[in-house]
């Protein structure tokens, strides 16, 4: 994509400082500056909590019974009186 950009002054100066110091061509640097925004805009934006889960690997790292989420209270009796042997 072609874009076209006015800037006034103060940021045209800023732009060639940006030139000098890094010996990079302008579509560089926008280049750089869009993808530091798109990130700093990201890290701002609050990730949604199965969003979270998924990217840190915890939903599907563990094995348990397909009805654990229905019937843990029975689960979770039967571990207690088998640990402790209250039968």
Known sequence: MRVNARLDSDRATKL???RQR????TSEIMKAAIDFY????RQETPAKPLQLLRESGLIG????DADLSVNYKQYLTDSLNEKYGHR
């Open 16 to 18: 060639n400082y940006i």
């Open 22 to 25: 890094t010996n990079q061509g």
């Open 38 to 41: 798109y990130e700093k805009l």
């Open 61 to 64: 790292c563990a094995e348990g």
